[in-house]
Every structure is written in structure tokens, then in C-alpha cells.
């Protein structure tokens, strides 16, 4: 089991329910705390949501200055000049989470994968490569990472998984179009994906909130 520090928060006693919702770079688990309490679920179906903090790590693209990230950002094409061996470490930990949940009584059907900017690449990159299925997967303002390979890669396991995915039209850090081009792309493989767009920049809103809410609510029932 990876050794990684996370904040826990349950919806009620024994869930039966879990979601481990990944932060953006620079930030910590705390960042999405907020938003998991905004979303609605009461103590049945009992829901525990986990918010692991991300390693530190030297980020290039930030002048090699060490802070919170899944994988380093080597330049502004950061679709191009990917940290795979960073992506893979932050898939370990993703994995070894579930583990976690399923010695808990959760099964892997019963758990969301979510994600902030590099957090949902990682949830992206991790989901869709499990060999069991997960009940979804949230990615909120990012892409598709290591792209080129998607398809030869992704488990059939969770060829049925639905995803829910969500942009700002003004999103100055990780542009629309890249965002759109990776729908397209998980269109083309045949995954149902839910798209949304809001006229903010790279954040969250409250009726991206309410979006998010009312997708888990048919999900997890």
C-alpha cells in the first residue's frame, strides 16, 4: 500500500460508497472538501470521499519549484511533453486507494474516480485502464493524458463506465479545444461521455456543482 496522506470525509456510517476525487497542481485535498459537501448525498446510501494529497515534486514548467502535483508539467504543450513515469506513480496510488476501499467493503463498482485539472487526467488515466469496472469517472477541466496510446491501452472492463466531463470556455490554462479534442477522442473509443461547458476560467461553479450532483445521483443509488 502507497504511503499517502488524505482527508476523509463520510456521508454516514459503513459506506457502501466511495469516492476519491483528485486535486489540481498546487493544491491539496482540502481544495475539493467544499464541493463534496455542496453535492446533496445524505447518511443513505452512506458515501465516503477521499481527497489524497499529491506528492511534492519539482514542476519544470513552475521553474523546478516543488509543490503538490501528480506528474510534472515540462512545458505549456503539456499534451506533447508528457510525464508518463509520473503518471504512472500517481495511477499506484490511485490504485492502491481502491484496494484500500475494497478491504473496507466497497466494491470497485461502487467507487468514483474524480478529478480537477491534473487530477482528472489521472483519474482519466488510471479508470480507464483498471482491469474491474468503476461506477464513473469525473473529469473536471483537463484532457485526456498520453493520448497517442489510448487505444491500445484501455481495459474493456470499463468500455461501459460513464464519465462526466466538464470545461470553462475560458479556461486559460488548459485550453477548450484540448479539452473537446479528448471527448472526441473517448467518443471515437466509444465511451459514454457527458459533456458540459461554462463560461468561467480554470475553476469550478456552482452549476457545474449541481451538474456533478445530479449525474452522481444516478450513479450512486
Known amino acids: 500500500m502507497s504511503e499517502i496522506e488524505y482527508i ?3 456521508t ?14 498546487g493544491a491539496d485535498g482540502h481544495d475539493f472538501e467544499p464541493v463534496a459537501r455542496q453535492l446533496g448525498f445524505q447518511a443513505a446510501p452512506s458515501v465516503r470521499f477521499i481527497f489524497p494529497h499529491a506528492p511534492v515534486r519539482p514542476i519544470t514548467i513552475n521553474g523546478g519549484m516543488n509543490m503538490r ?3 510534472d508539467i515540462k512545458g505549456m504543450a503539456f499534451d506533447r511533453e508528457e510525464d508518463r513515469q509520473g503518471l504512472e506513480h500517481s495511477a499506484a496510488i490511485v490504485r492502491d486507494l481502491i484496494a484500500q476501499e475494497n478491504q473496507r467493503g466497497v466494491t470497485t463498482d461502487h467507487i468514483v474516480l474524480a478529478g480537477f485539472s491534473q487530477g482528472g487526467a489521472v483519474a482519466l488515466f488510471t ?10 469517472i469525473i473529469a473536471l477541466s483537463t484532457y485526456l493524458p ?3 496510446s489510448a487505444k491500445d491501452e484501455y481495459s474493456s472492463a470499463n468500455q461501459d463506465t460513464p464519465i462526466f466531463m466538464a470545461h470553462g470556455t475560458e479556461d486559460p490554462v488548459i485550453p477548450l479545444v484540448l479539452a473537446q479534442h479528448s471527448r472526441g477522442l473517448l467518443g471515437q473509443m ?3 461521455v457527458e ?6 476560467p480554470h475553476a469550478v461553479s456552482s452549476e457545474e456543482i449541481q451538474d456533478i450532483a445530479r449525474f452522481m445521483r ?4
Not at 454516514?12 to 497542481?25: E, K
Not at 459533456?195 to 468561467?200: D, G, P, R, S
Not at 444516478?218 to 443509488?221: D, F, S, T
Open 8 to 10: 476523509e470525509l463520510q
Open 12 to 25: 454516514g456510517l459503513d459506506p457502501t460508497w466511495s469516492v476519491i476525487w483528485l486535486h489540481g497542481l
Open 69 to 71: 502535483g501528480w506528474y
Open 127 to 136: 479508470g480507464l485502464r483498471l482491469e474491474q469496472p468503476v461506477a464513473a
Open 146 to 148: 498520453v493520448a497517442s
Open 190 to 192: 466509444h465511451y459514454d
Open 195 to 200: 459533456w458540459h461547458t461554462y463560461n468561467m
Open 218 to 221: 444516478r450513479i450512486v443509488n
